[in-house]
């Protein structure tokens, strides 16, 4: 939510040197199931799909809606649960504070809770998680906003879902924590778990390398 490409900066760098990398926007509908039908206009016939966050409850919607075509799949960071109700109400209050031009105030919450896993780069990758929010603006926060709070339950999805797929996490994510991570690699008959150690909500960012060697090995590349 409120990140666009940079945050799969250091990934798109490496792997666009050995495979074809797209970027799929997710900022222009108001519902996961829209996102997921013009991501599957965009791609290919058959693709890999990665997601992080928002991203990946977009990806388990391109799942559920056209399966033969995904060859593998990465989720990073996610959940594949409806918002409770009273998380979807307390998104209310924030998106009153975009509306009002007050964008920062509102993404604060989300921010603080996703920061970085302590060390010498946190606050520039908090810094940069702020300047893409900025970046994207208040139509798209308040957009994204309402796809968290209708975005549909995936479970049976995965329960059905022979994709072979690859579930990662950081080990000190307090947005989706590990054992949210489990559950959902629990649900799929062809997943695996990777908890990348020393990092919270953005591993891709915190290891880039790390991960991007996990995902080079996971498409065989």
Request: a neutral charge.
């Amino acid at each position: 939510m409120m990140a666009d490409a940079r945050v799969f900066w250091p990934q798109i760098i490496a792997l666009s040197m050995e495979t074809s990398v797209q970027i799929a926007p997710v900022f222009h509908q108001e519902t996961v199931d829209a996102v997921a039908r013009t991501v599957l206009e965009q791609a290919p016939a058959r693709f890999a799909l990665a997601g992080h966050g928002l991203g990946a409850i977009v990806a388990m919607e391109v799942l559920r809606q056209d399966p033969a075509r995904i060859t593998k799949l990465v989720l990073i960071s996610t959940t594949c649960q409806q918002e409770l109700p009273n998380l979807a109400a307390s998104r209310e209050p924030l998106i009153a504070k975009a509306r009002a031009g007050r964008l920062a105030q509102a993404i604060e919450p989300e921010l603080t809770c996703a920061a970085a896993a302590p060390g010498p780069d946190q606050q520039e990758l908090v810094a940069l998680a702020k300047q893409m929010a900025f970046t994207l603006g208040t139509e798209v926060f308040i957009r994204q906003s309402r796809m968290m709070q209708r975005r549909p339950d995936q479970q049976s999805t995965l329960r059905r879902a022979k994709t072979p797929t690859l579930v990662i996490c950081g080990e000190h994510d307090i947005v989706y924590p590990v054992r949210r991570h489990e559950f959902m690699a629990h649900l799929m008959p062809n997943a695996q778990l990777e908890v990348v150690g020393e990092t919270a909500h953005y591993p891709m960012l915190e290891r880039p390398d790390h991960v991007t060697g996990v995902l080079r090995d996971w498409l065989g590349l």
